[in-house]
Every structure is written in structure tokens, then in C-alpha cells.
């Protein structure tokens, strides 16, 4: 006996040993400190207040109940299970029938105290899901713009891949967005509103397309919407298109997203990804082109203008390297002297044979910044033409045009006097005539070169004054000497007796301000008898020549002076009273 207690007392669980009667027979002291049962009360036979103090310690009595019931009606079952306590400790339950000889004479129940394994398995749980949830956190991340919480352009791809590779016949759209202007948005109210109207555009795109369609912001301002199984994916980008253009307030400043969308649709020959992404991007293209803020579907006739363009911008790469860009030269007669002092030189790109004129090719050239290469060779060719011409004279000048692109390079005055100096010829008899835009980003880079080639005695023209954003009033901050009247007011003139107050009043504040006047586009006497009456300093026009090559200069400078001598006789005949 004293034995058997004694291993009883050894083990690890608390053991209770009940009678086929149900009563308690014995049990070891670990029993009687796991549940905190005194002795005395087991030795006494109150098996009542022992099960009222089991009961009293668990958080679901009731199970316990029907769970001893259970067994007491089964001797022979065994059970296993997991006792919660009030106090937060959880033991293991066993239950085994006592037999003696396979005769069932009793029930054998252990407990083991497994709190700790179990706080330790807890911890282990909460930390797998803790994991579990930084895993999928970084694959969100993985696949997600961090901005605007669209899909990112893996996502996009592994979707759009996905769509080309399900069942045949199954629409798949391309919509490729770009916000119009954003640059500017940016620059003018600052990176966190450009940021808040991406998040708007994000949460619009998202609201105009089902919950199952893809919306992926490619980066910056580009963002891609796929659309599979749509029925009308035109209506779609339409109201996209609606949508954006609705204004939002932002810090007090409303601000109106605008895009140029482009559509492709799966078939006629995009059946593959890059295919569909190539055609929806012309398509957007086409947009911008078309003037911005509307949606264009994909047409074949669309990669026809692209190619154009990309074949024009070859060829004037092939010129600029080859020597076909020329130079011709257009008189600008002085209305006070009767002669030509001025002449402006203009880029001629022969190309087969025929002279392609710059309208043409001077706006793919500064998209391209081909633009660069050909304003050098110009101003090489044109001193080299001109240089004998000048210098038998140092009242003439030669004035050339310059772009803004080329004043982007910050090295344009080093250059002039480079190639000035190399041929011969004086920096102040030139002029480089630019046009306001140069003006506009508010760049003193631009600002600086011009006033460090005036002061080496270069003049600056204003070409083309009074289109675009012309200002009267911001005339007397830019470091010009010479304004030239575009040839739209002075194609106003018809008869030369009509009053034209605008163009007066443009020739009275140049001079106002101290800047000489030259009218463009001089195409017959009447306008220019208005212009010399009115107090025009210069005069250019068909009227006196059209430009010409450098080998017919000397015969178009002769006929420009007699043309001006002969109007002056007129204008003098006209001012002068009749007696
Ligand atoms: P622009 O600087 O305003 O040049 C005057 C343009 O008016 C020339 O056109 C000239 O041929 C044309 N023109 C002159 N008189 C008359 C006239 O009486 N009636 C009419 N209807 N037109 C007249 P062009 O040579 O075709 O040049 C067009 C524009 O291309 C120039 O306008 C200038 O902005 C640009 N351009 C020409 N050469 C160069 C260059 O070397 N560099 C840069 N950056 N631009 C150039
Ligand atoms: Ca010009
Ligand atoms: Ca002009």
C-alpha cells in the first residue's frame, strides 16, 4: 500500500481516484494543490464540498458536469480534454476506468497543469499570425502604389497577362491616362497638392470602373485602367474623361484634373500585351495632339502620323549631319535711311531637291532637341555667308532666329561669340530675335544670357509681338532693343486709312520705351505707307523681297531699296501740304 502511494505521490499530475459508487476513494497531495483542497476536507468524506470547490474554479462548469455525467454512464469510456480555469491556469484532463481483473471498480481522473505550454503555444500562434499578416502586408506592398493605393505596373502586368490568356473571345481594354499639365499643377501650388490630385484622380478612376477591373498608376502622372469582359469600354473611358474634369478644392485653390486618354481593345492584330500598350500610348498621344482632355480610341491612321513623325525627325537628323540645312535671307529695310541695314537669316532644310519650309520641321526639331545642332549650323553658315557683307559696313546688321530650347543650354553666348569671332564679324552687328515664350519659365538662366549678349553689343528682337501671351506691360522688365510686330496686325491693314488702335498704340510704347520697331510681313504699299506714317522704324516683307539664298542676296537688297526709295517718294509726296 505504502508503495503504491508513494508512487502515486511521485508523479507530475495531480490524480483522483472515485469508487464505482461515485465516491471519492483517494487522492496524491499535487491533486490537493493544484486545486487547493485542504486535506481534511478529503479525509472527512465531503466529497460534496470537494466537487462545489472544483466547480467554483472553472469558467464553464456546466460542461464539466455533463462531461462526468457522460463517463459515469459509460465506465468503461476514457476521455481527454482541457479544463479553463477562472484564474486563467488550464489543466489537462484524463479519465481512465480503475479495473481489477477487467472488472471496472473505479475511474482514475489526472490533471496536469499546462498553463505555461499553453501561454507558450498562444505565443507562438500570435506571433505565425503576426507573420502571416506582415506577409501579406509586403505582398500588398509589393503590388500596390504607395500613393494612391492603386495597383502598381507588376500588378497590372500580371493581370493584363492573365486577361490575354483566358478564354478566346473575352474583351480586353487598354485605357492609358495622362494628366494633362500636371508639371504644372506641381510647380505653381507645390508637391503636396500635385500629390492630393493624384489621390483624387486615383479614388475618380476607381469609381468609374467596376470593383473587378484593374486601376494602376504606371508612375508620376500615368495611369493605366484594364477592362475585362467590358461590353462598351468607349463609354467607360468617356466617363472617365466627365469625371476628371469635375473641380476640387484643395487649401483654398480649386484645381480641375484634366487627361488625354487612349484606348486599344484586344484583336485586329494587338493580341499581345506590349502590342495593346504600344497602340492604347499613340492613341494617348494622339489625344495630347488633338488638344488635350478627351479620350481617343486606337486607329491604324494614328501610327501613319507617328511614323511620319519619326521619319521627318531622321531625315533632319541626316540633314543636320549631311549639310542640307541652308540658310536664306530676307531684307529689312530702314524707313528713315532708305536702305537695307538688317537682314534676317532663315533655315531652309533641303530635302529630295525641295526647300522643306521651317514651320515644317523648326517644331520637330525642338522636340527632338535636333534643334540645337541646327541653330549652330545656321549661325556658322550665315556669318560665313555674310561676313564679307557686313564688314564692308558696320551699320548692317545680320539678325538670327534663336529658340528657347537653345537658350536651355545655357551656353549660347559662348557660342555666338565663338562663331562670330571665327568668321570675322563684330557681335554688334547681330541680333538674335527670340520670341516671348523664352520668357515664360521664369528662368534667369534664359534672362542672364540675353543681357550678358547685349552687353558684348548684340541686340535682342522680340519676334512675332502681339500673338501668344504678349504683354504691352511686361515689355519694359525684358532685356530687349527691338520689337517685331507679327504679321497678323500688320495684315490688317488693307486699305491704310483705317483706324487700328492696338497696332498704334504697340508702336507708341515700344518707343515709349525705347525700342526700335520693325513690322513683319510688309506685303504691299498700302501697309507700308500706314507704317512708315505711323513712325516704324524697319520694314520686312515680301513687299522688298522674299528671302533668298546668299548668291541672289545682292539683286534682292537692290530691288528692296528701290522699292523703299520709291515709297518714301510717296509717303514724303503724301505728308507734304499741297500748295
Ligand atoms: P519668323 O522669324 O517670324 O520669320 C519670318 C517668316 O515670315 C519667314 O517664314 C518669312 O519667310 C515669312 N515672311 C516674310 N515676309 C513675309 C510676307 O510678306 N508675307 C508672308 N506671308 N510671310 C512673310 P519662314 O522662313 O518660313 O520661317 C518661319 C519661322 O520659322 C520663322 O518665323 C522662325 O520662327 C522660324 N525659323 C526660321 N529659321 C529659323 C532658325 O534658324 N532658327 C529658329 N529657331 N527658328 C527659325
Ligand atoms: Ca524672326
Ligand atoms: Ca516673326
Redesign the pocket.
Known amino acids: 500500500m505504502s508503495l503504491l502511494s508513494a508512487t502515486l505521490e511521485s508523479t507530475a499530475d495531480g490524480i483522483l481516484v472515485v469508487s464505482a459508487e461515485g465516491r471519492i476513494s483517494s487522492v496524491n497531495n499535487k491533486f490537493l494543490a493544484m486545486w487547493g483542497i485542504p486535506r481534511e476536507l478529503v479525509d472527512a468524506g465531503d466529497d460534496e464540498a470537494v466537487i462545489g470547490s472544483v466547480m467554483g474554479q472553472l469558467v464553464d462548469p456546466e460542461t464539466f458536469v455533463e462531461k462526468v455525467t457522460a463517463l459515469y454512464a459509460d465506465p468503461d469510456a476514457e476521455s481527454h480534454d482541457v479544463l479553463d480555469f477562472r484564474d486563467g491556469r488550464t489543466f489537462e484532463r484524463y479519465s481512465r476506468p480503475q479495473k481489477v481483473e477487467d472488472r471496472v471498480v473505479g475511474r482514475v481522473w489526472s490533471f496536469r497543469d499546462v498553463t505555461q505550454a499553453r501561454r507558450d503555444q498562444d505565443q507562438i500562434n500570435r506571433a505565425m499570425a503576426d507573420l502571416a499578416a506582415q506577409a501579406s502586408q509586403l505582398k500588398r506592398l509589393a503590388f500596390q502604389d504607395p500613393l494612391t493605393g492603386l495597383s502598381n505596373r507588376q500588378l497590372f502586368n500580371d493581370r493584363l497577362a492573365h486577361a490575354l490568356a483566358g478564354p478566346c473571345g473575352t474583351a480586353v481594354d487598354v485605357l492609358l491616362l495622362d494628366l494633362d499639365d500636371f508639371k504644372e499643377v506641381n510647380d505653381v501650388h507645390g508637391h503636396h497638392a500635385g500629390d492630393q490630385m493624384l489621390i483624387e484622380v486615383g479614388r475618380r478612376l476607381r469609381a468609374c470602373v467596376r470593383p473587378s477591373d484593374v486601376v494602376a498608376r504606371l508612375g508620376g502622372d500615368e495611369f493605366v485602367v484594364l477592362l475585362v469582359g467590358s461590353l462598351d469600354a468607349d463609354a467607360a473611358a468617356e466617363r472617365i474623361v466627365e469625371s476628371l474634369g469635375v473641380p476640387f478644392w484643395l487649401d483654398g485653390t480649386m484645381l480641375r484634373p484634366s487627361l488625354s486618354l487612349g484606348l486599344a481593345s484586344i484583336g485586329e492584330g494587338a493580341d499581345d500585351a506590349s502590342e495593346l500598350l504600344r497602340r492604347a500610348d499613340i492613341a494617348m498621344y494622339a489625344a495630347k495632339a488633338a488638344g488635350k482632355n478627351r479620350y481617343l480610341r486606337f486607329r491604324p491612321e494614328m501610327m501613319a502620323a507617328l511614323l511620319e513623325r519619326t521619319d521627318l525627325e531622321a531625315g533632319l537628323r541626316t540633314a543636320v549631319d549631311g549639310g542640307g540645312i541652308t540658310v536664306?535671307y530676307?531684307p529689312i529695310v530702314s524707313a528713315r535711311l532708305g536702305t537695307v541695314v538688317k537682314v534676317?537669316?532663315?533655315?531652309r532644310w533641303e530635302r529630295d531637291g525641295i526647300l522643306v519650309?521651317?514651320?515644317q520641321f523648326?517644331p520637330t526639331a525642338e522636340r527632338s532637341g535636333l534643334?540645337v545642332d541646327?541653330?549652330a549650323e545656321?549661325l556658322h553658315r550665315c556669318c560665313t555667308e555674310l561676313g564679307p557683307w557686313l564688314a564692308q559696313d558696320p551699320t548692317r546688321s545680320l539678325a538670327?532666329?534663336?529658340?528657347g530650347v537653345?537658350l536651355q543650354q545655357g551656353n549660347f553666348p559662348e557660342l555666338l561669340f565663338a562663331t562670330a569671332c571665327s568668321r570675322g564679324v563684330d557681335p554688334h552687328q547681330l541680333v538674335v530675335?527670340v520670341?516671348e515664350s523664352v520668357f515664360f519659365d521664369d528662368d534667369c538662366l534664359v534672362h542672364r544670357q540675353l543681357v550678358q549678349l547685349r552687353s558684348a553689343g548684340v541686340r535682342v528682337a522680340l519676334?512675332?509681338f502681339g500673338t501668344g501671351y504678349s504683354s504691352l506691360g511686361r515689355l519694359q522688365d525684358l532685356p530687349v532693343d527691338t520689337l517685331?510686330i507679327d504679321?497678323s496686325f500688320v495684315a490688317m491693314i488693307r486699305t491704310g486709312d483705317e483706324r487700328l488702335p492696338i497696332l498704334n498704340s504697340m508702336i507708341d510704347m515700344a518707343h515709349g520705351l525705347g525700342l526700335t520697331v520693325t513690322a513683319?510681313?510688309?506685303?504691299t504699299p498700302e501697309q507700308a505707307g500706314y507704317l512708315m506714317r505711323r513712325g516704324c522704324d524697319s520694314l520686312?516683307?515680301?513687299?522688298f523681297s522674299?528671302?533668298q539664298p546668299a548668291a541672289e542676296l545682292p539683286a534682292a537688297l537692290s530691288a528692296s531699296t528701290r522699292t523703299i526709295t520709291a515709297l518714301r517718294g510717296d509717303t514724303a509726296a503724301q505728308t507734304q501740304p499741297v500748295l
Request: charged residues 25%; hydrophobic residues 35%.
Open positions: 536664306h530676307q534676317e537669316a532663315l533655315a519650309p521651317p514651320q523648326i534643334i541646327i541653330g545656321v538670327i532666329n534663336v529658340s537653345q530675335e520670341t519676334d512675332d517685331k504679321q513683319e510681313g510688309v506685303e520686312q516683307g515680301f513687299l522674299r528671302p
